[in-house]
């Protein structure tokens, strides 16, 4: 069992994602491939994440990776969340992270969609993508008025949401790697409509069946553990989304690459890999600060279930709610705050600290917030500070 000090550990993950001075990214694919995926559930979380990870980022840095180049591809992976990840690693989180037939199917039935129905539509809608993106408007409009209607999810005789038959086996067609959605280059508003495209039209080289499901669960753990590590067994589970005994078999397969690790102050084991062990034994932290403003479900803050080593206790429900991670004030690896995230350039932007920052902090983290509105939404907007009571 080795030891670590807690700062050191800390700054050598912050270190890892791009988020210390020393450690800024040059490119969008450097950046994405070292902490596997961009959350992209919000839309501007995938800009924001970049923005605070690298040199002199510009907005159409992601545009033209993601939609020019097609070296990015959104998909829905760990905890069936959107993501944004390399073509490279793209099979490895959908083989890793994939809905089996049977239970897509028995979700399905929820709505009220037979495994005929399921199939017919979604033949029609391949004809209908056939050529290009169609709005959600444009496929309803698109396919026979008789293969378009209502349904409702039933949990038992309780009816928890309702919507269209063609939304829920879109959905379905996104799990299943048939069908993606996109909203368009530059867009981090909520309110613009998504575009929905076939992905062998977009993606033809690409194909998600070039990894076997369990070598990709095996790939993904150990992926984890090389980004996010020090990490618990929790940690892995949480991020990964697997049942304990995918991790077990994981752990167990990767077992003479893996080394335990005990870091001061705290009473979980963590694992590292062996390889990235040597690297942090060697590593030197830096003697100036770190302050970062991290969106909505950035990866660092997501990356952990077990968090006493990023937010004091008594503050983690304030920056962790309702199973999501807020817009937080990093400083040192540590949350000390949260803020509001820009969506539509709404201002004042509002920073809100867990106890009274010292006021040079507090100048710094006023500034990041400015220079992060003149990235992403090109123009001044006023920023408000408070303390929690």
Not at 12 to 29: C, I, N
Not at 64 to 76: D, G
Not at 243 to 249: A, C, I, L
């Amino acid at each position: 069992m080795r030891a670590s000090d807690e700062r050191v550990a800390t700054e050598y993950v912050l270190h890892k994602h791009h988020l210390s001075e020393d450690s800024q990214a040059v490119s969008v694919l450097e950046v994405v491939n070292d902490i596997i995926a961009l959350h992209a559930t919000s839309a501007a979380t995938p800009y924001l994440s970049l923005l605070t990870r690298m040199r002199n980022f510009k907005k159409e840095y992601l545009d033209s990776e993601f939609y020019l180049k097609r070296n990015l591809v959104r998909l829905q992976a760990m905890r069936g969340t959107l993501f944004i990840t390399t073509t490279e690693l793209a099979p490895i989180l959908y083989q890793a992270t994939k809905i089996s037939e049977p239970y897509l199917l028995k979700w399905l039935s929820k709505w009220g969609i037979s495994a005929s129905e399921y199939r017919e539509v979604a033949e029609k809608l391949n004809d209908v993508f056939k050529g290009g993106g169609k709005t959600l408007h444009e496929i309803k409009k698109a396919v026979p008025k008789g293969m378009v209607r209502s349904v409702a999810f039933r949990t038992g005789r309780t009816i928890s949401y309702r919507g269209t038959n063609i939304n829920s086996i879109l959905y379905a067609m996104a799990h299943k790697g048939i069908v993606i959605s996109e909203k368009g280059a530059e867009t981090f508003r909520t309110t613009r409509v998504n575009r929905f495209w076939l992905f062998s039209e977009v993606y033809p080289n690409l194909n998600l069946d070039s990894v076997k499901s369990e070598e990709a669960k095996t790939s993904l753990v150990k992926h984890h553990i090389k980004a996010f590590g020090p990490v618990t067994e929790e940690d892995i589970a949480w991020w990964t989304g697997l049942g304990k005994t995918d991790v077990g078999k994981a752990l167990t397969s990767i077992g003479k690459e893996l080394l335990s690790v005990r870091i001061s102050g705290f009473k979980n084991d963590y694992f590292m890999l062996e390889t990235d062990y040597k690297q942090f034994i060697k590593f030197k932290p830096l003697k100036t600060r770190s302050v970062s403003l991290l969106p909505y479900e950035d990866p660092y803050t997501k990356g952990y279930k077990v968090r006493d080593r990023l937010v004091d206790m008594a503050h983690e429900k304030k920056a962790y709610v309702g199973g999501g991670v807020q817009p937080t004030i990093l400083f040192n690896g540590k949350i000390i705050g949260t803020w509001s995230d820009i969506e539509e350039g709404k201002e004042p932007i509002k920073l809100t600290f867990f106890q009274q920052p010292k006021r040079d902090l507090e100048r710094e983290v006023v500034q990041k917030a400015k220079a992060v509105a003149r990235v992403m939404v090109n123009r001044e907007l006023t920023v408000e500070v408070e303390v929690e009571s």
